[in-house]
């Protein structure tokens, strides 16, 4: 049932009314330099925001038994974060709505070298319409409007008149474990919302995602006595043209992927990290790469997985250092599957009405060749899994900023699809 | 004068006798992991054995001015090491003879990975001929035997007729600033002598050594949007090409140095180490390269400096990425000259004659690549530089070992040059 006009009306003035505190709240939690593993403090204090506004929480770990077993989980290695997951949920007196997750992440990747940063990436701050501070965009920005949605409604006297879970993870920017564990732990609903920020479209496609690691050694020797064959680093180039290639073959597959024909390189690889060498006059043994490879939604990483072994064996046969020394290919995060939003979901139907009260302008949808945690709702629960968030820019780089404008405008949205998804009902009796 | 050939052969027997306290003490030496900056306790040590022998001692730090005022001097960095010098000054009862400085560096290269080392690298251990250890070649045998000589010659009651001195330095093996601080110390001596592992040869002619770092660093993006013309570790690739360009330019001009003409590869460069990226997911803004390249004697350190960096920038300007963001090149230890053993010295006569009747076989001369500390007096000092020492495999490498035998026949022709260059006396009046 359409949201009553002069509710909605109240609903937007609300939200506006409330958005320097969830701008506070949004600074607040970009302060905590959760970067993988050391989300612990960005995790209490977001279990204290749950309490405070009188929701039943729950704190629990990830379980890496579970985990491996689940097709959509992704290994657990040293790095894994050991942060807690906490859940917020709030219960109505009278369960007569759809009910709802809403999830965010609080992972942040790492800032990399400051002085790249015009500021402190963890020293927030606001300049005209940007929003400066890494994991800002992605994804505390959206991780404050899940509570100041509730707070607008609580403005009113007003809260949702159905279960809402409010989901906090880690995880998300180096497997995807924290959603899926949420998916272990049983939580269900119907619908479920995540704030990425997706410049206030929906996301219709996106990929799934590949980690992996190629480790290069062999035997070095005196740079006096070297050739530049037996060198590990320089060997390592031939596995990364390997992979250049790799990636090229599937791109020119795109045809093939609903949705993805129109996409411009929709399989990014990415050499992320390397490391190799112990002394600048020793021919380097050993010479590591840290990479990343998106898959189409519909294949199953287990198929990227045996690409990428069978490019870098390719590399090996022809490389005569490599071929003495076979490198060795391991899965050190990311072992996921893309996912689809069908067209045509009342939950999408829903939250394009909200989108065109709050911001004037219709829903359009985007495809996307990166990781979102929407995937375990779409793939493993079957929901409607609605990915929507604010413009932003340079996240996973440096000065990483969303648009306030865009954020308030992102949040009026998520607030008038929550008091349509879910109904509302008066806070008191 | 030639040695009187009885007092030769005591001394050959006297060698052998001690030969097994000598190998005892190199694997003491070994024992120490002394990689740069780790060189306290070894010389510690070095300094008991010293003052063991009855010698006068100085132990002194690195002068980082009056280093970087000399033209030998290679940078001081923030790695650079802080653990002393030490120096043993034997002084003879009737200084009647030719005075001599023996030196032999403690710093050892690191070992590397763990699991390449057949055994632990800094448990010295002996198989058949080879004494396996991180620095046993490179240089702890050669240091023990300056201690070898000098007990072979006390057990028959002798010692040099002439001031010797016994000086254990640190920074050989990355900037060579150990043994240019003894020169500035102001030790002097009628020749020197380094027993450095050179396949019981004598070198003739060696290279100098520049060590540089190149660092490239440029906007990253979320890997979502990346091409790959954006990715630093990949951009370096370019740099690393056009670093081998001008290595295969120098080894072109070979003929154009003396003792040079016939050496396979003369001027090696090495891409030592690597490292870039933070992310696996993120579009790597910034690599950094480790490397070392040789020069011919003759010429300065500083024409191959200004020539990496201008290969440097020749890669920036045809790269994309790089053009956006020229790469720093930084200077990070050796800068340091080649020398030349001219011919026809009276200390390589004496040595030659020493090593023809310790070994049975005609002293060979050898042209090497990498850098000695012989440069030092070579070209400051200009006296005779002798490096000689034994025949060794995998230094800087795996498993690392020198030859027993060899080790032995190096020390008895040690011995005999020593007795014939200083002359002997009697220890007690």
Redesign the interface.
């Known amino acids: 049932m359409p949201l009553d006009p002069a509710l909605a009306d109240r609903l937007l003035a609300a939200v506006d009314a409330g958005f320097d505190r969830q701008m506070a709240l949004t600074a607040d939690l970009v302060r905590f330099a959760s970067t993988r593993g050391r989300e612990h403090a960005c995790q209490d204090f977001v279990l204290s925001q749950m309490k405070a506004r009188g929701w039943a929480t729950e704190r629990f770990a990830m379980e890496p038994a579970a985990l491996a077993r689940h097709p959509g989980g992704s290994p657990v290695t040293a790095d894994h974060s050991d942060a807690p997951i906490v859940v917020g949920i709030h219960r109505p007196r009278a369960e007569t709505g759809r009910t709802l997750i809403l999830q965010s992440h609080v992972d942040v990747?790492?800032?990399?070298?400051r002085e790249?940063w015009s500021r402190d990436p963890f020293a927030p701050h606001m300049e005209g319409d940007w929003f400066y501070g890494r994991g800002g965009a992605d994804m505390k920005a959206g991780h404050a409007a899940m509570f100041a949605v509730f707070d607008a409604l609580a403005s009113l006297g007003l809260q949702p008149a159905a279960t809402v879970t409010v989901q906090s993870v880690v995880e998300e920017?180096?497997t995807g474990n924290g959603a899926l564990q949420c998916h272990l732990r049983g939580y269900k609903a119907d619908a479920v919302l995540i704030p990425e920020p997706e410049d206030e479209k929906i996301i219709r496609a996106n990929t799934g995602?590949v980690?992996f690691r190629v480790e290069v050694?062999g035997?070095?020797?005196?740079?006096?006595h070297?050739?530049?064959g037996q060198?590990a680093?320089?060997a390592t180039?031939g596995v990364?043209r390997a992979l250049?290639e790799l990636e090229a073959r599937w791109n020119a597959k795109k045809g093939e992927f609903r949705h993805f024909e129109d996409v411009d390189?929709p399989i990014?690889?990415?050499?992320?990290?390397?490391?190799?060498?112990?002394?600048?006059?020793?021919?380097?043994?050993?010479?590591a790469?840290?990479?990343?490879i998106a898959i189409y939604p519909g294949e199953r990483a287990e198929t990227m997985m045996r690409a990428v072994e069978e490019a870098v064996l390719g590399a090996a046969r022809a490389d005569r250092f490599l071929a003495n020394s076979p490198p060795r290919v391991t899965f050190?995060?990311f072992t996921t599957e893309g996912y689809t939003l069908e067209p045509g979901s009342e939950a999408e139907a829903v939250l394009a009405r909200a989108h065109e009260r709050a911001t004037g302008a219709k829903l359009q949808d985007l495809v996307?060749?990166?990781?979102l945690d929407t995937r375990v709702y779409a793939l493993y629960d079957k929901i409607p899994a609605l990915c929507y968030g604010p413009i932003s820019e340079?996240?996973?780089?440096?000065d990483e900023r969303f648009s306030i404008a865009s954020m308030r405008r992102v949040t009026r949205a998520m607030a008038l699809f929550v008091a349509e998804w879910c109904g509302t009902e008066p806070v008191q009796p």
Do not use: K
Request: aromatic fraction near 8%; include cysteine.
């Open positions: 990747v790492p800032a990399g070298p790249l920017e180096s995602v980690w050694a035997l070095p020797v005196h740079v006096s070297a050739g530049s060198n680093i320089e180039q990364i250049r390189h990014n690889l990415n050499i992320g990290m390397i490391e190799g060498g112990d002394w600048a006059s020793s021919v380097p043994a050993w010479c790469i840290d990479c990343r050190t995060g996307t060749p990166g990781y340079n996240i996973h780089g440096f």
